[in-house]
């Protein structure tokens, strides 16, 4: 139907939508909710659009056989990863503007990347951290609005935003803990 150029385009475009939606949503929802239930409410959300997206691709009995290591990566993933960052976002998102959630939830990369050297013993890539410490210093361009950044410009919510992207980043390490044993079409 589309190339897979525009597809990505597309998928892009649908990313960048729903991160930017994602704190509008967290303050709307403040209005009525507390900060867990919103959590509970965004995993119900997606457990129902998963199911409806991939149930031609979910394989149960792939599941059922994973190893315990890999259901403990995989609680780590929910409950830090996913359930504690989208808490912490949430409390971000409350107390900071809208623009330094989006900022500062960028440096997801640099705790990718240091959470890989830790855990997964990735071999130590000068360049990259250079760039992500560049990276990092626009972050705080754009965070603090000066220059030369200074965490005493930051907020609460913007220390919850840093502890989100911080559980993202363990997210993203569970993914490569057990990427070989993942129930996904890749796999197969």
Excluded: C
Excluded at 114 to 142: A, H, N, T
Excluded at 144 to 168: H, M
């Amino acid at each position: 139907m589309f190339s897979p150029r525009t597809t990505s385009i597309i998928a892009l475009i649908s990313v960048s939508l729903g991160y930017g939606l994602l704190s509008v949503a967290a303050r709307l929802l403040g209005t009525s909710f507390g900060v867990f239930t919103q959590v509970y409410v965004r995993i119900f959300i997606a457990l129902i659009f998963t199911y409806i997206i991939f149930r031609r691709d979910l394989r149960w009995h792939k599941l059922k056989a994973l190893p315990l290591g890999s259901w403990i990566v995989l609680i780590m993933m929910g409950v830090i990863g996913y359930g504690l960052m989208v808490y912490s976002i949430t409390k971000g998102a409350l107390s900071t503007t809208l623009l330094n959630v989006s900022v500062i939830y960028s440096t997801v990369p640099l705790f990718v990347y240091l959470l890989g050297l830790i855990f997964l013993k990735r071999p130590w890539r000068y360049l990259i951290l250079g760039l992500l410490l560049v990276s990092v210093w626009g972050v705080g361009v754009l965070s603090s609005g000066q220059l030369w950044p200074s965490l005493s410009r930051f907020g609460v919510g913007d220390y919850w935003v840093l502890l989100a992207a911080f559980f993202e980043g363990i997210w993203y390490l569970g993914i490569r803990l057990i990427e070989k044993q993942l129930n996904s079409s890749l796999s197969r």
